[in-house]
């Protein structure tokens, strides 16, 4: 079963996380919380390295948190 890395590049640092959706899929999954400032650079990137598959994403979703 291969896992997607899904990489965050919030305002300050980075970080990667390891997904599959074969296990939690049908869902709305918490990835971690980042603080991302209106304004500056931050990103959501999706990696294909090292997957046996194609690599498919439906959404990504920010909410804001006051």
């Not at 999954?29 to 990696?47: D, H, Q």
């Amino acid at each position: 079963m291969s896992a997607k890395s899904i990489q965050f590049e919030p305002f300050l640092g980075m970080a990667t996380v390891s997904v599959t959706q074969r296990v939690y899929g049908g869902q709305w999954n918490l990835l971690g919380s980042y603080p991302f400032v209106a304004g500056t650079g931050g990103s959501v990137t999706v990696r294909t390295d090292d997957t046996d598959r194609f690599v498919t994403v439906d959404a990504v979703k920010f909410e804001l948190i006051p």
